[in-house]
Each structure stands twice: as structure tokens, then as C-alpha cells.
């Protein structure tokens, strides 16, 4: 698609004299490119008829315009309108309103959803001038913090403000669905015919104000393979700190969209090479750049195996659970902080703990990490080191276990990386799938093993202690 993007970007360019007066926005009639009705939600299409019939104007933006012209599919559909999230929320009975620094309204349709937001004015240049509001729309509901990055972002405009503080110049376009035109507000088209990310206006200014986008741009430079172009490159290194202002929980989403959406060993990479990964995580980047390794666990290896392991699922289209990709991100650490317990005199089982609670504690001033993620974390981790203990009934009791199924394959990533485990990946691949008899006969096997450190020769029956001790955290026993 991108051949025919090129004459579509000739024909739009040569609509003017000279493409340094370039008079935005160009209008590329429906006869002019490749993007039809036809490509897009037939939900996404009902709300802007709904909207364009009650009066107002939308248009599809962002992602959904980009990603078609780019030949990829897009992920979601956002509308954006001259309505009032309000005005579009008493339009669609299947709607509600969300957000607070960002207010908008998702129109539900099933399990798809269509984001509906305003046009929006630049609050940075509104802040200055409260008393003149350029349009009717414009409300007063905008702040920054001391860092000067936007808290909320509601203050209205028109569709040419809209266009100038959206991040990137082709995530500026908008396409009209009463004439099916595509209206290129700030070189988007150009750009994507160059492959390149461009900020729109002063990069500095635009990360300070949102710091997330030194984050999207290098998610779309993975994503789509494009450059970062050298203006909107260049202040990232120095203002990646400012990531550290941003909520732990808004972070948390941007890591899944950056590193589980299919391009994470590329988008990994990225992040390290312009000193964003540390902000993220800082642990783990701290490790890396101390070259820690074991002979049973190189981190950098066994990251890039758990990446890759995820982009492959993503790819051929199966599902992926982010507590996977963190469980991946954070076991380096895991590991070190274990290894330290365990060296002060404390337990192998306590100490996995204890470095469990630890690393997340860490993590969470970062990156939020919801129960609901935390917990299967912590069971991975745990399997870890039950899944080489499989005497007796231990083996059939850890196959019914809910996380059976992702401790194994976190296992096999060990593997892969180059931790050496005797073939434990491979006795559990033939165990899940064996017959009741080869089960039985793969545990015998197990249980004539001379090294057996754990065998049930040397187990002792348990005694249960009267200590004080603190209560062992438990995982899943
Ligand atoms: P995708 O959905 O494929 O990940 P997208 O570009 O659609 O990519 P969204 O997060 O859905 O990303 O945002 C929709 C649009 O909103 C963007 O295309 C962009 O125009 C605008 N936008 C999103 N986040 C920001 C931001 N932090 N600053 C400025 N504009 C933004
Ligand atoms: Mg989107």
C-alpha cells in the first residue's frame, strides 16, 4: 500500500506551487487513496453517521488512518468530533463517560469499543490567555503539574488545534466519512512516505508537557519500523527522567502496549539504546548494565527469549497475559535478590519469597502492578522451583495446578536462554501428554536418579515448629 501512498502523497504535494508553503490541511479526495468504507468497523462507521446526522462533525483519527495507509491493520477505532463528551454521550444509550485527565466517551458495541473524544485545544497556549476563548466549545479545565507536564486536558477547540497537539504529525490525520477525504493537518503523509516519526511542534515543549510520548515514539518506531526523525530523536535521552513523574499505574499500560504488543525485542532494544528501560524498570536495567550473570541464568538472554516468546504468540495470534511478560522482566532480579537471601542463611522457599516481595515492592514505584498480576507473578516464580520436585504425587498435583501451564512455559524460556536443567522442559513436555502408565513410569525414572538431592530417600517426615517465626508467605500450597 505504501506504492500507492507515494502517488497519493505526489498528487496531494503537487496541488501546490512550492512544497515549502505547504497551506495545510490537504484534502485527498476519496479517488486519491486506498482507504474505503469497506476497511473499516461497520461500529465505527454507525457512530460517525449517528453523530454527522445529529449535527456534528467526526472523523475518524489517530492509529485506525495511519495503520490502513501503512498496509497494516489497525487495532481500534477513535472518532473525534466537534460534540461535547457530554453531546455524545446523550446520543449513544451504549456510551459512557471516562477519564478525568483526558475525558471521553467509549461507545460499546459487544466487546468492541469506540473511543469518542473532542477536539481539543493546545492547554499550554490556552493557559496564558483564560479570558478570550477561541471557540464555543472551550471550557476551562486544564492543568499542569510543578513539572510542567498536562494533569487534565479538557479545554475544546477546533479541529486545526486538535490536530496540532495530537504527538506525532501521522497521527494528524483525519478522515471524513461523508466524503470518505483524508485531511492531512501536519505532513503525516509525507511522513509515512519517508517512514519516519516526526513530533508535531517543539519536541522538548511536547515531552515536557507529556513525557509518555518519548514512549509512543519509540513504540511506533518498533511497531512500524519507521525512524524517529533527528529533532524528534535528539531531547529523549536527556528528558527520559521526566518519566519518573508520570503515574506508576499510566506507565503500566504503556509497558504492555510497548513490549506485549508484538514488537518487543525490537521495541526493547529501543528503549535501552535511548535510556528509557531504566525508568521503567529499574531493577532489571540496573542488573543488565552491571553484566551480573550465573551460570544458571544470563538475563539479557533469557529477557530477549521471553520477548521473543511473546511476539511469536502475538504473532501467530494467541493470547498473552501481561503478568507473563512482568514475571519475564522482573525474574533477573528475582533471581539475584534470591541468590542474596539465601546466602545470609535463609531458606531456599522463604527466600524466593522474601525476594519476590522484594523486587515488586520495587517495581511498583515504577510501573503499578495490579493483585491480579502480582499473584500469577509470584506462582510462576514459585513453579520455578517446584516443577524439579516431582516425587510421588507432587508431579499430578502440579499438573492440576491453574499456572501449571505458564510456569512450564516460563521453564521452557529458561531453557531456550541457556540455563541448563537436565531435560526438565522435555520430562514435563512427555509427562503432560503421556498415558497414566508412562507418567508413572517418567516419575520412576526420576526416582532412581543417585544425585536425587530431594528424592523421597531423604525426605524426613515434617515436624511442625512452635517458632515465632513469621508466618511463611504462601503462593499456592
Ligand atoms: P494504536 O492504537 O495503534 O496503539 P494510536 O496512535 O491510535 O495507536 P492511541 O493511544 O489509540 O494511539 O491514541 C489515539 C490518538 O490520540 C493518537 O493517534 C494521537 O493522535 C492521539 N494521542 C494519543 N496519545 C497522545 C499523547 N500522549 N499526546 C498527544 N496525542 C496523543
Ligand atoms: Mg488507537
Known amino acids: 500500500m505504501l506504492t500507492g501512498l507515494k502517488s497519493l502523497v505526489r498528487k496531494a504535494t503537487s496541488l501546490f506551487a512550492s512544497p515549502k508553503a505547504q497551506t495545510y490541511p490537504i484534502v485527498i479526495p476519496r479517488s486519491d487513496h486506498s482507504l474505503s468504507r469497506q476497511d473499516l468497523s461497520p461500529n465505527a462507521v454507525k457512530v460517525l453517521y449517528r453523530l454527522n446526522k445529529a449535527g456534528y462533525d467526526a472523523y475518524l483519527v489517530g492509529g485506525c488512518v495511519r495503520d490502513h495507509l501503512i498496509g497494516i491493520e489497525p487495532k481500534d477505532f477513535d472518532v473525534v468530533t466537534n460534540a461535547t463528551p457530554e453531546q455524545v454521550h446523550n446520543i449513544f444509550s451504549n456510551s459512557r463517560l471516562i477519564g478525568r485527565r483526558f475525558k471521553l466517551v467509549h461507545v460499546t458495541f459487544g466487546r468492541e469499543i469506540i473511543e469518542v473524544s473532542t477536539f481539543r485545544a493546545n492547554s499550554a497556549q490556552d493557559d496564558d490567555d483564560d479570558d478570550t476563548p477561541t471557540t464555543s466549545l472551550k471550557g476551562k479545565d486544564s492543568a499542569r503539574s510543578a513539572h510542567g507536564i498536562v494533569l487534565r486536558d479538557n479545554v475544546y477547540g477546533s479541529i486545526e488545534e486538535d490536530a496540532e497537539r495530537r504527538d506525532f504529525t501521522f497521527n494528524a490525520l483525519y478522515y471524513n466519512v461523508q466524503d470518505f477525504s483524508i485531511h492531512d493537518f501536519c505532513g503525516g503523509l509525507k511522513d509515512i512516505e519517508l517512514r519516519q516519526i516526526r513530533i508535531i511542534g517543539d519536541a522538548r515543549q511536547r515531552y515536557q508537557e507529556d513525557p509518555v510520548r518519548m514512549l509512543r515514539a519509540i513504540r511506533f518506531a518498533g511497531k512500524l519500523g519507521f525512524e524517529i526523525e533527528a529533532e524528534t530523536a535528539a531531547p529523549i535521552k536527556e528528558m527520559a527522567h521526566l518519566l519518573d513523574h508520570i503515574p506508576p499505574a499510566r506507565l503500566f499500560e504503556e509497558v504492555l502496549k510497548l513490549l506485549g504488543s508484538g514488537n518487543g525485542i525490537e521495541t526493547y532494544h529501543l528503549l535501552r539504546q535511548y535510556g528509557l528501560f531504566r525508568y521503567l524498570f529499574p531493577d532489571t536495567d540496573a542488573l543488565l548494565q552491571s553484566g551480573w550473570k550465573r551460570n544458571d541464568i ?91 520436585k516431582r516425587y510421588g504425587k507432587r508431579a499430578f498435583l502440579l499438573l492440576e495446578h491453574p499456572r501449571f501451564r505458564a510456569g512450564f512455559d516460563f521453564l521452557l524460556i529458561r531453557e531456550l536462554s541457556g540455563t541448563e536443567l537436565d531435560g526438565l522442559g522435555d520430562w514435563w513436555e512427555k509427562f503432560q501428554h503421556g498415558t497414566e502408565s508412562q507418567q508413572r513410569e517418567l516419575i520412576k525414572s526420576i526416582d532412581n536418579f543417585a544425585n536425587d538431592k530431594e528424592g523421597p530417600k531423604k525426605r524426613r517426615p515434617r515436624r511442625r515448629k512452635k517458632s515465632n517465626a513469621p508466618q511463611r508467605e504462601t503462593f499456592d500450597e
Open 298 to 388: 544470563d538475563p539479557e538472554a533469557f529477557i530477549l527469549q521471553g520477548l521473543k516468546n511473546t511476539d511469536d504468540r502475538i504473532q501467530s495470534g494467541k493470547t498473552t497475559a501481561p503478568y507473563f511478560l512482568y514475571a519475564v522482566l522482573l525474574w533477573p532480579s528475582v533471581a539475584l535478590r534470591h541468590e542474596e537471601f539465601q546466602a545470609q542463611g535463609m531458606p531456599a522457599t522463604p527466600a524466593l519469597h522474601q525476594a519476590a516481595n522484594m523486587v515488586l515492592d520495587n517495581q511498583v514505584a515504577s510501573t503499578a502492578i495490579p493483585r491480579r498480576f502480582s499473584t500469577p507473578m509470584r506462582e510462576i516464580w514459585d513453579m520455578q522451583y517446584r516443577l524439579p
